[in-house]
């Protein structure tokens, strides 16, 4: 007999390049405008006293490859390419070095985002749940550790919509480092093991429609793609 009033969603996993066991998620954080050519496309500024985060629920995260309905509550659904990297142990007010050497492995990410209700939340000076945190918004491509991915240079970071390049920039135009973000994040969190951070996009950013393909990747790592189901 089950101990629960209903099942529990299972566990959503990455595969991890040569690991045999995949990589539980337990949280995703988000970096906000982490590049200043997206920032300024969106009419805002780099702030560059402190990174500063937003959250999707692990429940919203689907693998590289799915297909799904385009989401209701919207009208421009955008496409946002992103580095993400994940970490495999504990950090609690940590500095950069220490910091840097918990991240376990990076991967390519889709931060999917309802920018009108998005916009809203701006608007009204209330959090962008509505716009960020989006049943399927959060794609993930498989891990790659990073001692086979290497230092984070400047590596391409690219995404394509229907085979059309809508963004390409480099990683070297991060404002904040892998190893800051953790560092200053671990000052408001336990992090460790199970911990998601994606690290902003670059310009480019725009809408998609019922029908699209988007695709993108990172030099060094395994790609990502989605399909927004045609006539959804």
Known sequence: MSHYL???????????????????LRRIFCVGRNYAAHAAEMGNEVDREAPWYFTKQVAHAVKSGAVLPYPPGTTNYHHEMELAFVLGAPVFCAGAAEAQAAIYAYGCALDMTRRDRQQDGKDSRRPWSLGKDVEGSA??????????????????IHLKVNGAVK???????????????????????????????????PAGVGPVRAG?????????LAGV??????GA
């Not at 699209?212 to 060094?220: K, M, N, Q, R």
């Not at 793609?225 to 045609?230: C, F, I, K, Q």
């Open 6 to 24: 209903f099942e529990p969603p299972a566990v959503f996993s990455l595969e991890v390049g040569g690991e045999a066991r995949g990589y539980p």
């Open 139 to 156: 794609v993930f491509g498989p891990l790659t550790r990073a001692a086979d991915f290497g230092a984070v240079a400047e590596q391409r």
């Open 167 to 201: 963004q390409d920039a480099s990683l070297a135009e991060m404002v904040w480092s892998c190893g800051e973000i953790v560092a200053h994040l671990s000052h408001y969190y336990h992090l460790g093991a199970g911990d998601m951070i994606l690290t902003g996009t």
């Open 212 to 220: 699209d393909t988007i695709s993108g990747g990172i030099d060094g």
């Open 225 to 230: 793609s989605l399909t927004l189901a045609a």
